[in-house]
C-alpha cells in the first residue's frame, strides 16, 4: 500500500460565532510526518476532525493525493485514512481481539487475518492481552490498542490526535518506537501533541498553532532547535 500525499487549503472551522482554525494550509508529503504543536485549544483537534469527516469545516479544501476528501467519517475512511481521536474512543467492554475484529470488518474476509497480524507485529504487546477487555488495559496499553486498530484496514494516511497524551514516560517511548516501525513501513502521519517529546522523535515537518493559526511551519529540526516553542506550548 502506498502512502498518501495530504494538501490543506485554507481550512476554517467555526462552532457557531467561534472560529477554531483560521485559514489553515500545510502539505504533507508521502511517506512523511507532520506534527502540529500547541497548547491545548490551539485548533489542532478541530482541525483533525474535519480531515476525518466528522467536524465540517466552513471554506477551503482537503486533498489526498490531488482528490477533495468527502465529507463524513465513513466516506474518509474508505479512502484509507485512518484516524485515532484524542481520547482513543475504544469499546470498554470489548476485548482487545474484538476490536481488531471490528476495524478488520472493512476488508474481505480472506485478508483479515493477515492484517491484524500486520497491526500487531507494530505493538507485540498486545498479542498477549487478546482476550482482555478495554477497560482493564492501562493507559498506555490502550494507546497502543486505538493505533494498532487503525493500522488494520491498511490506511495510507494516519491521523493520531494526542497519542501520548496521560501517558507515562516509559509508555511514551513504548509508543514512540512502535511508531517509528510504523513509518519505516511508508505510511503518512499527520500527529498533534501538547509536547514536544513525540515530534522530536517523529517529525520530519511541524506546524506550530496558537489560538486557531498556524504561527510557524518548516522542517522539525530547524523549528525544534529555535527555541520559540515554549510560548506556543503554555
Do not use: C
Request: proline share 5%.
Amino acid at each position: 500500500m502506498t502512502a498518501a500525499e495530504l494538501r490543506i487549503e485554507g481550512v476554517t472551522v467555526r462552532y457557531g460565532e467561534s472560529v477554531a482554525v483560521d485559514d489553515i494550509s500545510l502539505t504533507l508529503e508521502a511517506g512523511q510526518t507532520l506534527a502540529l504543536v500547541g497548547a491545548n485549544g490551539a485548533g489542532k483537534s478541530s482541525l483533525f476532525g474535519a480531515v476525518a469527516g466528522i467536524v465540517p469545516f466552513a471554506s477551503g479544501r482537503i486533498e489526498v493525493d490531488g482528490k477533495s476528501l468527502p465529507r463524513g467519517a465513513w466516506r474518509v475512511a474508505r479512502r484509507r485514512v485512518g484516524y485515532v481521536p484524542e481520547h482513543r474512543h475504544l469499546f470498554a467492554d470489548l476485548s482487545v481481539d474484538q476490536h481488531f475484529e471490528v476495524a478488520a470488518r472493512r476488508l474481505p474476509r480472506t485478508e483479515r487475518p493477515a492484517a491484524v497480524s500486520r497491526a500487531l507485529g507494530f505493538f507485540p504487546a498486545l498479542e498477549r492481552l487478546g482476550s482482555r477487555r478495554a477497560e482493564f488495559l492501562s493507559g498506555g496499553e490502550r494507546s497502543m490498542l486505538a493505533v494498532a486498530r487503525a493500522i488494520v484496514p491498511y490506511p495510507r494516511l494516519l491521523l493520531l490526535d494526542e497519542p501520548s497524551l496521560g501517558l507515562s514516560p516509559i509508555a511514551t517511548s513504548q509508543l514512540i518506537e512502535s511508531l517509528e516501525t510504523i513509518q519505516q513501513d511508508g505510511l503518512t502521519i499527520l500527529l498533534a501533541e501538547q509536547s514536544l517529546r513525540v515530534p522530536r522523535a517523529l517529525a520530519d515537518s511541524l506546524m506550530v498553532m496558537r489560538l486557531g493559526t498556524s504561527v510557524r511551519q518548516g522542517r522539525a529540526s530547524d523549528i525544534l532547535s529555535s527555541g520559540e516553542l515554549r510560548d506556543s506550548l503554555m
